[in-house]
Nanobody, 122 residues
Framework: QVHLVESGGGLVQPGGSLRLSCAAS????????MGWYRQAPGKQRELVAT???????KYADSVKGRFTISRDNAKNTVYLQMNGLKPEDTAVYYCNAAIASMSTISLEYLYWGQGTQVTVSS
């Protein structure tokens, strides 16, 4: 079994910062891409940022220059540093990861976390 657990969400004022973390645990053989998505009320889930195993990031245009994705491969953890938060960043943030487990070494599955709420409001 593989699990992703997010943490770090909360309520912050506009212009503030938050750091989200997502740790993968379980019977893990390898992790390639990891990423963050978000879903605001009444909207579809959208990509925020992804990062490959070598640390190369990609960002949605809406967060470029404000958010930074990083990962610690030794800890199987991905982070999202969010600065300059805006009310439109309010959403449930989900992490995902492409993981090969010990029982399916040559096959990766995409796992999702349970989500963490980020609310930007004064």
């Amino acid at each position: 079994q593989v699990h992703l657990v997010e943490s770090g969400g909360g309520l912050v004022q506009p212009g503030g910062s938050l750091r989200l973390s997502c740790a993968a645990s379980g019977s893990i053989f390898s992790i390639s891409a990891m990423g963050w998505y978000r879903q605001a009320p009444g909207k579809q889930r959208e990509l925020v940022a992804t990062i490959n195993r070598d640390g190369r990031p990609k960002y949605a245009d809406s967060v470029k220059g404000r958010f930074t994705i990083s990962r610690d491969n030794a800890k199987n953890t991905v982070y999202l540093q969010m600065n300059g938060l805006k009310p439109e960043d309010t959403a449930v943030y989900y992490c995902n990861a492409a993981i090969a487990s010990m029982s399916t070494i040559s096959l990766e599955y995409l796992y999702w976390g349970q989500g963490t709420q980020v609310t930007v409001s004064s």
